[in-house]
C-alpha cells in the first residue's frame, strides 16, 4: 500500500514538472515572437528588449535581430 502511494506521488511530481516546463517553454516563446516584432519594426533595440524581456538572453535578442533582417 505504501507503494502504491509513493508511485502516485511521484507521477503527479513528475506531471507538475512537465507543466511547468511546457508553460515556460510557452511564456519564452511568446516573448521571442514578440521581441522579433519590436526590434523588426525598429521600435526598441537590443538593450531594452533585455529589460523588457528578461528571460530572454542578450545572445537570444542578437540572435532575433539576425533573423529578422
Not at 517553454?25 to 515572437?33: D, L, V
Amino acid at each position: 500500500m505504501l507503494a502504491m502511494l509513493d508511485e502516485k506521488e511521484i507521477l503527479l511530481s513528475y506531471i507538475e514538472g512537465e507543466k511547468y516546463e511546457a508553460a515556460q517553454a510557452a511564456t519564452q516563446k511568446t516573448a521571442k515572437e514578440s521581441a522579433a516584432q519590436l526590434l523588426k519594426s525598429g521600435k526598441l533595440s537590443i538593450e531594452e528588449v533585455t529589460q523588457y524581456f528578461p528571460s530572454l538572453s542578450a545572445e537570444d535578442v542578437e540572435e532575433l535581430k539576425e533573423e529578422a533582417r
